[in-house]
């Protein structure tokens, strides 16, 4: 599934001992944007995400990876509206494999 928004996210195997790297970049139309447009399309882009999670079309296992998403996009909120992060750079996530967040990695995996 496609997760669309200001938000791509891949994933690479760890080769260092298991799990998997998640990596979050905002795209290029979202850096060009002034910080104020910035934050209400990040702000819209997660009501679109609580409306997906909420859908009926996800099976359990999507479900807990656009859930891990909404998450990691909450959390990072703050930090847009105030403009604290370097939009240009890539945001890491280590994943153990026995964690729930596989289910994102899986999902990505499907793209």
Request: proline share 5%.
């Amino acid at each position: 599934m496609q997760i669309e928004g200001p938000l791509r996210f891949s994933v690479a195997q760890d080769e260092q001992g298991g799990g998997y790297e998640l990596f979050l970049d905002f795209t290029e139309e979202f850096q060009a944007l002034p910080l104020i447009q910035q934050d209400r399309a990040f702000r819209d882009y997660l009501v679109s995400l609580g409306q997906l999670v909420q859908s009926d079309d996800l099976d359990p296992r999507n479900l807990q990876g656009m859930l891990m998403a909404q998450q990691i996009a909450e959390q990072l909120l703050p930090h847009v509206a105030n403009g604290d992060l370097v939009l240009s750079e890539s945001i890491n996530i280590h994943v153990r494999p026995d964690s729930p967040e596989v289910s994102l990695i899986d999902l990505l995996q499907k793209q």
